[in-house]
């Protein structure tokens, strides 16, 4: 049976939670793929004219915009809401036995995220996350290559990720200090540190975070780690174009691969040859990992699958960025703290 092969005939109820722009171009295109599910699929946002626009778009046919009206009536939740509701929303469904795919991260605080993990134990109930890089085949093999000691012992692992924000945010909820405060880092830092958890098998430990908030959403993140002898540094933006890749260095030689390049490893040998590693891949872009994602889903609501990314495995990259935000400065940045000996209104003349 294919990844995307369905068990029984079995559909269940499934309510999205938000109706943004992730959901439009990821959950909304892999749900309505597999046989009944739009039928039973329920709509969620409190914007109800977006919501009725998506239904509209993929032939759903029910819209709420409270998703507390239909808890008790669906068998499962995928929470796709603005991040500060990925812990509220979450409980409530795994508090009246829903099985939960929530989106990342997992949850703002390591506390929460370990409430919503012992609710759905107690529930008897799953609670997947979706950190999507884990599921690219260039993700699984570093794993493989980390653990059988291809690099040998690891000196430095470097994660970058920056480019100019254009993503096209339905709520704007990313900018709004009143809801969040947070930022970049947590938008696409746990990415970032969900990976190299993951890879290494274990959570390293913070030595310094630095952003450019002055209160508000941070925009520039910079964060060093440490596990052991090898530093890890992660460089993220919303500004500006960095070099979108991961670099691994160990005694025996080194990874250096784009981020989305999920279908090649190259590893560069202390020789200089570069052994190239192509992976066998059925997903053209980013939004195509949503299928694998919601096959897995439906088969752990319906057969009791282990899910691809159980949430208990996530929290570590949690912990860490809690820990980021709790412990950061802010960088240096003359050219706003001297703004008003720079500007007055006589030099302006």
């Not at 924000?165 to 709004?176: D, I, L, Q, R």
Request: hydrophobic share 45%; aromatic share 10%.
């Amino acid at each position: 049976m294919s990844s995307t092969q369905q068990r029984g005939e079995y559909v269940p109820t499934i309510a999205l939670i938000g109706c943004g722009a992730f959901a439009e171009m990821y959950y909304l295109p892999a749900l309505v793929r597999f046989p009944g599910v739009a039928e039973k699929l329920i709509l969620v946002d409190s914007n109800g004219a977006r919501a009725q626009h998506l239904a509209s778009r993929f032939g759903i046919h029910r819209c709420v915009d409270d998703y507390r009206a239909i808890l008790g009536e669906v068998d499962a939740a995928i929470v796709a809401a603005p991040h500060h509701l990925h812990y509220p929303i979450s409980m409530d469904f795994l508090q009246h036995s829903a099985h939960v795919l929530c989106e990342k991260p997992l949850a703002e605080k390591a506390s929460e995220a370990r409430e919503m993990v012992a609710e759905a134990e107690r529930a008897g109930v799953t609670l997947s996350a979706n950190y999507t890089q884990r599921l690219f085949p260039s993700s699984v093999k570093v794993k493989e290559l980390l653990a059988g000691g291809a690099l040998g012992k690891l000196a430095s692992i470097h994660y970058s990720w920056g480019s100019l924000y254009t993503w096209p945010t339905a709520s704007g909820f990313y900018f709004n200090a009143r809801l969040s405060p947070r930022g970049v880092l947590l938008d696409r830092g746990p990415h970032a540190v969900d990976l190299i958890c993951w890879w290494l098998g274990d959570k390293p430990a913070v030595v310094s975070c630095q952003h450019d908030s002055f209160g508000g959403a941070e925009a520039v993140a910079q964060v060093e780690l440490s596990h052991g002898d090898c530093a890890i540094t992660i460089a993220l933006s919303w500004l500006n174009e960095l070099p979108n890749e991961y670099v691994i260095r160990g005694e025996r030689g080194e990874i250096r691969n784009g981020i989305e390049d999920w279908w090649r490893i190259p590893i560069a040998l202390p020789s200089g040859k570069v052994h190239k590693i192509k992976l066998a891949h059925d997903e053209q872009d980013y939004f195509d990992f949503g299928r694998r994602l919601i096959a897995n889903f439906l088969n752990v609501i319906r057969a009791g699958d282990k899910p691809l990314i159980p949430a208990g495995d996530v929290i570590p990259s949690v912990e860490v960025i809690e820990a980021c935000y709790r412990t950061a400065t802010r960088f240096a940045m003359p050219w706003y703290e001297n703004l008003g000996t720079l500007w007055s209104p006589a030099s302006a003349r």
